[in-house]
């Protein structure tokens, strides 16, 4: 049965509100943070997603570019939508988020109408355990290595990492920037072409992976929406090709619990030592 | 020896200038087209890479995020550069590339200073033939199917496919939707990070191996540039891993002569028919 939009925290920590001016706003919720006070980066571009789809004759956003500017505070933004060209297929806007100090991110949308009609051609899914024999980040707060604060994000996101990618969470780091989990919302919301833009920035780091255990923050992220999302959990996958001069990049495909592809994202983020 | 960048195709068909009211300005050059007069994507980035890091304290582009509106036409073309924060690691800023028609590119610039230090981790290149036993496309222009037009483009950027990932031009598509190809300018010059932002584009479809032998325009490109390539041939591959509802993604790895991952891109594009 599909849920209350209004009563989930996904659909309350990113509406999006007509402001009296007739612009747009939203008020940042503090619960989705990485750690530090620091605001997930999939979740501030579901906000600009709604905001994106708010102002466009489609429904969903298909191809998000942000560029992030600078950590924005939790509490009230103003999203500011620049219409580009607009057709039948799909349409072109430039979005800003912006707090009390100024602008924090900026994204290019296009958005379009998804559909959940099959593929033509699809990657597959890699086979990984059931959630329920996956590594619950949430369920072990207190396994967190010193210096790293469990985020408000891993309470929000219920994310059941594939043991062979969570050694790092025993102090045995792989030495293979790769990281793998089950995901879905903890109270059951229902995921959707919004919802996977915030899956596609929620994985920890990859760089635990490699036995580096800061924060990464994204400098650039983009994703693509492929398909509506079947409901129940959606695999995520992330990865990373190249850590160098002080930069990481993080490519992530996110598929359905019908193994369907739903979702990619990749992100320059700069690397923690 | 450095060649004069004067006197190079690429560096002459991506020249911007200043002009006299202070703003940035281009002539895009009809010779870098795909076929039918369209001007490569990839192509058109290298001429805003360009712009930016004039613009910028930082010499190189490491992640450029483009909305290609509509295909602009070879000719004058104004840069707009709208410089974002702009700190000691990185530059944004965000770019306008605009013709007699009106806006044609928006793209999300960070600019950075890259070296060739080596990789903390790097993803290893495929196993390619060498270049001499790969398929030219400039070479075979005869062999080019019925309807498809043998684009500008592969005369300026000498591709060598991998055999493996040719099949389509004899009329045997793989069904995998993967080509790699060796890639270096006709004319010698070097391999840059402004140049990697065309390699980043410069493949045939990856639909051509589906059997979809038409034009797949790009809709939105994210190209990361990851080190300063080494002089020689680049080694390319591009890879979809969804095709469906008339849309296809290519995610393209490209690695240097030294087989040093140097770039990366993601683009969502329209699958041809």
Same mark, same amino acid.
């Given at each position: 049965?599909?849920?209350?939009?209004?009563?989930?925290?996904?659909?309350?920590?990113?509406?999006?509100?007509?402001?009296?001016?007739?612009?747009?706003?939203?008020? %940042?919720?503090?619960?989705?943070?990485?750690?530090g006070?620091?605001?997930?980066?999939?979740?501030?571009l579901?906000?600009?997603?709604?905001?994106?789809v708010?102002?466009?004759?489609?429904?969903?956003?298909?191809a998000?570019?942000?560029?992030?500017?600078?950590?924005?505070?939790?509490?009230?933004?103003t999203?500011?939508?620049?219409?580009g060209?607009s057709?039948?297929t %799909?349409?072109?806007?430039?979005?800003?988020?912006?707090?009390?100090?100024?602008?924090?991110?900026?994204?290019?949308?296009?958005?379009?109408?998804?559909?959940?009609?099959?593929?033509?051609?699809?990657?597959?899914?890699?086979?990984?355990?059931?959630?329920?024999?996956?590594?619950?980040?949430?369920?072990?707060?207190?396994?967190?290595?010193?210096?790293?604060?469990?985020?408000?994000?891993?309470?929000?996101?219920?994310?059941?990492?594939?043991?062979?990618?969570?050694?790092?969470?025993?102090?045995?780091p792989?030495?293979?920037?790769?990281?793998?989990?089950?995901?879905?919302?903890?109270?059951?919301?229902?995921?959707?072409?919004?919802?996977?833009?915030?899956?596609?920035?929620?994985?920890?780091?990859?760089?635990?992976?490699?036995?580096?255990?800061?924060?990464?923050?994204?400098?650039?992220?983009?994703?693509?929406v492929?398909?509506?999302?079947?409901?129940?959990?959606?695999?995520?996958?992330?990865?990373?090709?190249?850590?160098?001069?002080?930069?990481?990049?993080?490519?992530?495909?996110?598929?359905?619990?019908?193994?369907?592809?739903?979702?990619?994202?990749?992100?320059?983020?700069?690397?923690?030592?």
């Amino acid at each position: 049965m599909p849920q209350n939009e209004q009563t989930t925290a996904f659909d309350t920590a990113t509406a999006v509100r007509r402001t009296e001016g007739g612009g747009l706003g939203a008020d %940042l919720d503090p619960g989705w943070d990485v750690g530090g006070g620091i605001l997930n980066g999939g979740y501030l571009l579901s906000v600009v997603g709604r905001a994106a789809v708010l102002e466009s004759p489609h429904a969903h956003p298909v191809a998000m570019s942000a560029s992030y500017l600078r950590a924005p505070a939790a509490g009230p933004v103003t999203l500011t939508v620049e219409p580009g060209p607009s057709g039948r297929t %799909l349409a072109h806007s430039l979005i800003t988020l912006a707090d009390a100090g100024g602008p924090a991110l900026t994204v290019q949308a296009t958005t379009a109408t998804l559909t959940s009609a099959p593929s033509d051609y699809g990657h597959p899914m890699p086979d990984v355990p059931p959630a329920e024999e996956c590594f619950s980040i949430a369920e072990h707060r207190d396994l967190a290595p010193p210096g790293v604060q469990v985020p408000g994000l891993s309470l929000k996101v219920d994310s059941r990492i594939d043991i062979a990618t969570a050694g790092w969470a025993f102090g045995q780091p792989s030495g293979e920037p790769v990281l793998r989990a089950w995901m879905r919302f903890a109270d059951g919301r229902e995921p959707d072409p919004l919802a996977l833009l915030t899956f596609a920035d929620a994985l920890p780091p990859t760089s635990f992976a490699m036995g580096a255990m800061g924060w990464a923050p994204t400098v650039q992220l983009q994703v693509l929406v492929r398909a509506l999302p079947a409901p129940g959990w959606c695999l995520v996958e992330a990865r990373s090709s190249e850590i160098s001069g002080g930069w990481i990049d993080e490519d992530y495909r996110i598929w359905d619990s019908t193994g369907r592809l739903v979702a990619q994202s990749r992100q320059l983020a700069r690397a923690p030592r």
